[in-house]
């Protein structure tokens, strides 16, 4: 049995590092940044854009995807 691979769009490549979302900063300034990212971007996109995030980084870099991970939770309990 084959599985096909699953490409996953990225409409703008960085766009959260425009608002200072970085994975190696502290929570409270991947929080700052999201919030700031949620008067440009739907709260729809910014999901779509770390569930992405969180699956390029899922068996690479796992502590990365842990870190996106809180993220989405943080922001679906604070929206």
Known sequence: M???????????????????????????????????????YSYKEIISKLVALEVFNKNQNPYYSNIVKSDITWLKNNK
């Open 2 to 40: 084959s599985f096909s691979q699953v490409r996953i769009p990225i409409k703008n490549r960085g766009s959260l590092i425009q608002f200072g979302y970085h994975l190696n900063e502290p929570d409270y300034i991947r929080e700052k940044a999201l919030i700031k990212a949620l008067e440009f």
